[in-house]
């Protein structure tokens, strides 16, 4: 999820997300250029499951991504 989007920001989407029970099990990984101290647990605490500023490397995206796969089965 691109934390910084146009119309509506990511935290949000994440807020709506997290409040649908049929989405429960869904894996959220906040990616964003705000990688000041406190925004990976302002992240977290919104609803992510885990965090990646930007820039980041593809291979580390791609592990995060098999985690949460593995994790919500």
Do not use: W
Not at 14 to 24: K, N, Q
Not at 43 to 59: D, H, M, Q, T, V
């Amino acid at each position: 999820m691109d934390i910084q989007i146009p119309e509506i920001d990511g935290f949000e989407v994440i807020r709506h997300i997290r409040e649908d029970d049929s989405l429960t099990n869904t894996g959220i990984i906040a990616l964003t250029a705000l990688a000041m101290p406190g925004d990976r647990e302002r992240c977290i605490s919104s609803g992510a499951n885990e965090y990646l500023a930007k820039p980041f490397r593809l291979k580390d995206l791609s592990k995060l991504i098999e985690d949460q796969l593995r994790q919500t089965g």
